[in-house]
């Protein structure tokens, strides 16, 4: 299997057809999503594998050379990824990729678009809380509780901090200590992005989570950038939240998930 630097990902671009696949392979084009990536040959790829480093593998195409990348999966991807991996492949993928191991679908949503409907949005934060542009005021936010995660959630999609610094956006909600809710630009290309949005498990319920994605979706409208928004379908809350925004769905579709801790 041959490994591509970004530059030559655009080779592989014809087998990710499908939207929420698609919104990856552009954002490592890009050379912003952290990723490992691999074809079986080129200049004609037929099959090929997105890996991000932690637990997210993408398999696209033939199978037809499944002891290859059988090999490639237990020497470069399960000796560094070590934990819980999702594999986002069709079925017959899947057990050929990971043949001998236990894995479980699980089903997630994928929606597009994203119209402000919550204009009123800085009246519904309660007192003592705003809205901040990440990169807008990133040293004052160093200083608050919980920012680790909010970085935590950074690293994890982007390259380095820096990088989303030059090339992401992102919003919080805090009051003068803590921040309690953020929603983060991830998988950026051109003209589009999908959604990272967290919030701390003591001040869910309270909708913090929809008013920072309705901020970060103004941003998106100002600025000509499609928000994409993608979650398991099991996570009615976050479901709850992309519906209220207006985001239509795509598409629902499985992945296989696995426990590779002992590998």
Not at 113 to 140: A, C, K, M
Request: charged content about 20%; aromatic content about 10%.
């Amino acid at each position: 299997m041959i490994p591509l630097p970004s530059r030559q990902v655009h080779r592989i671009r014809h087998l990710f057809e499908t939207e929420h696949l698609a919104l990856v392979v552009d954002a490592v084009a890009a050379g912003n999503s952290p990723a490992q990536t691999w074809a079986d040959n080129l200049p004609e790829p037929r099959a090929a594998i997105i890996w991000d480093g932690t637990h997210g593998i993408y398999f696209v195409g033939s199978v037809d050379q499944a002891e290859a990348w059988q090999e490639l999966f237990h020497h470069e991807i399960a000796p560094a990824g070590r934990g819980i991996l999702m594999l986002y492949s069709t079925e017959e993928a899947a057990n050929a990729l990971l043949a001998g191991h236990a894995l479980h679908a699980r089903e997630r949503v994928f929606y597009r678009g994203g119209r402000q409907r919550l204009p009123d949005w800085p009246l519904r934060l309660p007192v003592g809380f705003q809205i901040s542009e990440i990169n807008d005021r990133f040293s004052e936010l160093e200083a608050l509780s919980n920012f680790d995660d909010v970085t935590a959630e950074i690293e994890s999609c982007w390259n380095s901090v820096a990088d989303f610094r030059r090339g992401g956006f992102g919003y919080c909600v805090h009051d003068a200590e803590t921040i309690v809710s953020w929603c983060t630009a991830e998988y950026v290309s051109e003209g589009r992005c999908g959604i990272g949005i967290a919030t701390v498990p003591a001040c869910r319920g309270r909708g913090f989570a929809t008013l920072t994605a309705s901020k970060f979706v103004e941003h998106c409208a100002e600025r000509g950038v499609m928000p994409h928004w993608d979650c398991w379908t099991s996570n009615l809350p976050s479901v709850a939240i992309a519906e209220k925004l207006g985001f239509h769905k795509l598409e629902t579709y499985s992945i296989f998930v696995g426990d590779f801790g002992a590998i």
